[in-house]
């Protein structure tokens, strides 16, 4: 079993930065996949950004040039830098991490963008 733990969410004003972290714990070999998923009230959960092992980290286009995602393949942690901050981006942000075909979820952290 792999276990996530995400950290940083809270409240910034619009154009603001917020970073995201988010470490495993348990089984945390073989796992060769991270990234961050998101929900926004009233939508599904969507792709933000996400990676295999060391390949390239692939962004949605709505946060392309604006958030950065950052992993250490090593040490399971996978954290985001989000800058330029919109009210669309409110939402509650889901680390996700996939070992043996498998995927494992945190339990969210909520982010709210809001004057």
């Known amino acids: 079993q792999v276990q996530l733990v995400e950290s940083g969410g809270g409240l910034v004003q619009p154009g603001g930065s917020l970073r995201l972290s988010c470490a495993a714990s348990?089984?945390?070999?073989?796992?060769?996949?991270m990234g961050w998923y998101r929900q926004a009230p009233g939508k599904e959960r969507e792709m933000v950004a996400d990676g295999i092992n060391s390949g390239r980290i692939n962004y949605s286009d709505s946060v392309k040039g604006r958030f950065t995602m950052f992993r250490d393949n090593a040490k399971k942690t996978v954290a985001m830098q989000m800058n330029s901050l919109r009210p669309e981006d409110t939402a509650v942000y889901y680390c996700w991490m996939r070992r043996y075909g498998m995927d494992y979820w945190g339990k969210g952290i909520l982010v709210t963008v809001s004057s």
């Open positions: 348990g089984s945390i070999f073989e796992i060769n996949a």
